[in-house]
Each structure stands twice: as structure tokens, then as C-alpha cells.
Nanobody
Framework: QVQLIESGGGLVQAGGSLRLSCAAS????????MGWFRQAPGKEREFVAA????????YLADSVKGRFTISSDNAQKTVYLQMISLKPEDTAVYYC??????????????????WGQGTQVTVSS
């Protein structure tokens, strides 16, 4: 089992920035892919970014490229999502997830095995 706890969400004005953290514990195998998803009210959960624990491979959704950065600290077993130039459409609950079966290109929620409880990000216009 893998436990994931997100933090860092909040309310920010458009153009602002936030950094989300995801602390992993339990059977956090080095082969796991760590991802971030988000879900806005009335919308499906969508892929945001993924990374390997080593940080050697990263993948970001087109909608956040150039604004979001994903990073990992293997020693601390923590994954980060740095978000800049935030837009109102970035408003959503952001979830951290772990994928032990698929590669880094997996972007469907069903590809991921473990989930955090989510952290709310609200961007005001």
C-alpha cells in the first residue's frame, strides 16, 4: 500500500503561483510513476503531470506546459507541482497519484493505483 498526502493548495489571484507537495509513504517503490491530476466541478479528472522518482523522466499535459513544473525528491519521497501564471481555469481539486503498472505516458486515472485525498486550488480573476 502507498499513502499519499497532498498539501499547498489555496486561493490565489490570476497570475499568481502555488507549489503543491505530495508526501508518499508505505511501499513507495522506486519504479512507481508519480502523477498529478485535477478535477474541476462538473468535469472529469484530468492528467496534469507525471514524473519518475529519479526525476529523469517527466511528462506534462499540453494545457500546463510552460506554466507548471513537476519535480521529485527521492530521499524525502515527496513530489512537487510548481504552478505559475495561474488562470481561473486552473481552479480544481488537485490529486497526487502513484502508478506501479504503467509507464510515464499513462494519463488515464484508471492507470493509477493509489490516490491522495486532494487539495483545493482556487484561482480568482
Amino acid at each position: 500500500q502507498v499513502q499519499l498526502i497532498e498539501s499547498g493548495g489555496g486561493l490565489v489571484q490570476a497570475g499568481g503561483s502555488l507549489r503543491l507537495s505530495c508526501a508518499a509513504s508505505g511501499r513507495t517503490a522506486s519504479s512507481y510513476i508519480m502523477g498529478w491530476f485535477r478535477q474541476a466541478p462538473g468535469k472529469e479528472r484530468e492528467f496534469v503531470a507525471a514524473i519518475t522518482w529519479s526525476g529523469g523522466s517527466r511528462y506534462l499535459a499540453d494545457s500546463v506546459k510552460g506554466r507548471f513544473t513537476i519535480s521529485s525528491d527521492n530521499a524525502q519521497k515527496t513530489v512537487y507541482l510548481q504552478m505559475i501564471s495561474l488562470k481561473p481555469e486552473d481552479t480544481a481539486v488537485y490529486y497526487c497519484a502513484a502508478n506501479g503498472r504503467r509507464g510515464i505516458w499513462a494519463t488515464r486515472p484508471n492507470d493509477y493505483d493509489y490516490w491522495g485525498q486532494g487539495t483545493q486550488v482556487t484561482v480568482s480573476s
